[in-house]
């Protein structure tokens, strides 16, 4: 994909509601103990295109089979989605509630159900409670607004904020606005982990173009995210394109096409990095580099393995600028490389050259780690190939949520 320059593409406010003819909403309906809110809906006010991409896992629950049936049998335009239970590893029961979920949320929508993802989130092994489900759906279709900070925040789990983004870019004369919103904080990792993202746009695309787009943009950024090694049987991204700007649809060889690629993947980056930066008792961002690789799958494969590895996130924790664990989780990684050729750099420091450490300053190299926001970066030889990937340091705290998680 050419990149398009980021003057283009301008921030806006908003998540999931931000284009065009897409309002939301959220409730509190008992799925969730102590929760504001933990029942959702987005939708469409209009008919268009949709595309998703789902976890890698080999377990995938129960909402998953139906979204991808609804998404690659037409044309989805509106998604309910849960809090607190996962609807994962519940068998026959599981499939008939994701099922009777769709079809609540299609009757009060007055939609058919074919049109309506179902999305779930929370423990594994627990059946839904229909009864509150029922009572969520009906009352959240009075909720749907503009706003979409109900939904955000009935979405999340361990979260500990919502998780929103949103650009607008010109096409075709048009102004076209790209929004999300996501949920993640925890069993993240590459290939998607426990996350649920929902995208949205007023551009008009043609629906294999946008399932494309979407997997593409996935690669570059929730699959580049993780917090501790575990890829959940829930998470999806779900993209649904109404056309409601008025641009022709676009196609791969539309004009105009790089320029909403980059929208939607500009979007996704951050709430990559949001997911990321409120990973389960992290304190810090890790943002690790890798530039002169011989091709982006290359560069990816190294910046995922040094992000994941929990003895580079601990060092992170403690402030200890410790490049031998960094070095090491790329020899572990499987992608080919010189480690003559390497460099690595803490911040602006360097650590790393030409196989041998190299003269700097300690206590400098140490404060690069002890902001919010810590920077890894790697110089191979190898080639001029680059990509980013993302994770969080590893603290008690993660073991406290996780050690009393269903108690």
Not at 144 to 166: H, M, N, Q, V, Y
Not at 341 to 359: C, M, Q, S
Request: aromatic letters at 4%.
């Amino acid at each position: 994909m050419n990149k398009v320059s980021m003057n283009s593409i301008k921030i806006t406010s908003g998540g999931v509601v931000a284009p065009g003819g897409f309002v939301a909403g959220g409730v509190a309906c008992g799925v969730r103990e102590s929760a504001t809110r933990d029942l959702g809906l987005l939708v469409s006010e209009m008919s268009g295109a949709s595309a998703a991409v789902y976890t890698r896992n080999a377990v995938k629950a129960a909402p998953l089979v139906v979204t991808r049936e609804a998404v690659e049998g037409g044309d989805v335009r509106a998604v309910v989605v849960n809090s607190g239970i996962a609807n994962a590893a519940t068998g026959r029961r599981g499939l008939e509630d994701a099922r009777r979920m769709q079809a609540l949320a299609a009757e009060a929508l007055g939609f058919a159900p074919e049109e309506v993802a179902v999305a779930s989130t929370g423990v594994i092994g627990e059946y839904l409670p229909m009864d509150r489900i029922s009572a969520g759906i009906e009352a959240g279709v009075g909720t749907l607004d503009g706003d979409g900070g109900s939904f955000a925040e009935a979405i999340l789990t361990t979260d500990t904020r919502t998780k929103e983004a949103a650009v607008r870019v010109e096409i075709g004369g048009r102004n076209v606005t790209v929004g999300g919103t996501a949920k993640g904080s925890g069993m993240i990792h590459p290939n998607m982990g426990t996350m649920l993202a929902f995208l949205t746009t007023d551009a008009a695309v043609d629906k294999g173009c946008l399932q494309e787009t979407l997997s593409q943009a996935t690669e570059r950024t929730f699959n580049r995210v993780t917090v501790d090694g575990d890829t959940s049987p829930n998470d999806m991204a779900l993209l649904l394109a109404n056309g409601a700007a008025g641009n022709e649809p676009l196609t791969f060889d539309s004009a105009d096409y790089p320029v909403f690629a980059e929208a939607v993947e500009a979007v996704m980056q951050k709430l990559a990095k949001e997911i990321a930066r409120d990973g389960e008792g992290a304190t810090k961002l890790i943002e690790v580099v890798v530039e002169g690789a011989r091709d982006e799958a290359s560069a990816a494969t190294l910046a995922k393995s040094i992000a994941g590895s929990n003895l580079v996130k601990t060092a992170v924790c403690g402030a200890d600028a410790n490049w031998g664990r960094v070095l090491t989780a790329m020899g572990y990684s499987g992608a080919a490389f010189d480690p003559d050729g390497v460099e690595i750099h803490f911040g602006p420091v360097r650590v790393f050259a030409d196989g041998e450490p190299t003269p700097h300053d300690e206590a400098e190299a140490n404060a690069t780690l002890a902001g919010d926001e810590v920077r890894i970066t790697v110089r191979l030889r190898e080639g001029g190939a680059s990509a980013a990937a993302w994770g969080c340091d590893l603290t008690c705290k993660y073991v406290e949520i996780n050690g009393s998680y269903r108690t």
